[in-house]
């Protein structure tokens, strides 16, 4: 089973898990298991500021349509486990996903957002004046955030969470007399995060991963299989394709923290 690295990139000797060879079509154990990757919906801190790991930040009007809307698109799943950050955008988007799907929330800290300090609410106008705002925006592994967490252990421990996950659902599938089919299973996390672990997936380094974009109540999925991972969707939220990119992304400076998405552009 080939799950998320660590943080800097690949490493050969997490590539295969000799241990499952077979899968329920030939009646094994599952061989393969999917994470659908969802980002909160909007708030009223999405965009202007960077809402970080403030409490209290709850979903808008905006964003409780996003999640109804997600959790329409997501309806013919059943996953195994909807698991969710502890921060209340995430909960609520999740909630709206557990109504839908039937599937009761569990939360993991390590999916909550990345810890960026004295940065947390400061609006985006004033970041970029900062001289840490090109190493964000060009070297994110190496920042450190004022009196906050590192880009690079942010992703690591969501990495680690991800590896967890996948041997406990995939121990959990293997574990009846009946094969069971590869289990899917929901993380609704922060955008920053999804990056990450995108990336991860990918295997780029974390330095690469600003060129991503994961938009608020996108969908995005990887199956992890005993060879590689594979990114099945990406940044999916239903809408037409947009005509015109969005002012940050023609600046060439990258959503810090997921920025508001299609929601944020104007037409």
Known sequence: MATPEAAQGPSPSTEQEPSRERGPRDGGAPQAVTLVLVRHGMT???????AGRTPGIHLNDTGR???????RRLSDLRPAALVSSPLERCRETAQALSRQLGVPVTTDERFVECD????????????????????VQEHPSA????AGEGMAAAAARAAEAVRDWN?????????GDT???PPVYVVCSHGDIIKALVADALGM??????????????ATSITYTHTRPFLNLLNDTGDNFPAFPSTATTSGDAAVGGGAG??????
């Open 262 to 267: 299609t929601a944020g552009r104007s037409s």
């Open 116 to 135: 960026y300090g004295s940065w947390t609410l400061r609006p985006f106008t004033e970041l970029r004046r900062e001289p840490l705002w090109k190493v």
């Open 44 to 50: 009223d801190a999405t965009g202007p500021s960077l």
């Open 65 to 71: 349509a996003q999640a109804a809307d997600l959790a």
């Open 205 to 218: 380094h974390l330095d690469l991963f600003q060129r991503i974009v994961v938009d608020p109540c996108s």
């Open 143 to 146: 920042v450190r955030f004022p």
């Open 167 to 175: 041997t406990r659902l995939l121990d959990e599938a293997s574990a």
């Open 179 to 181: 094969p069971a089919e």
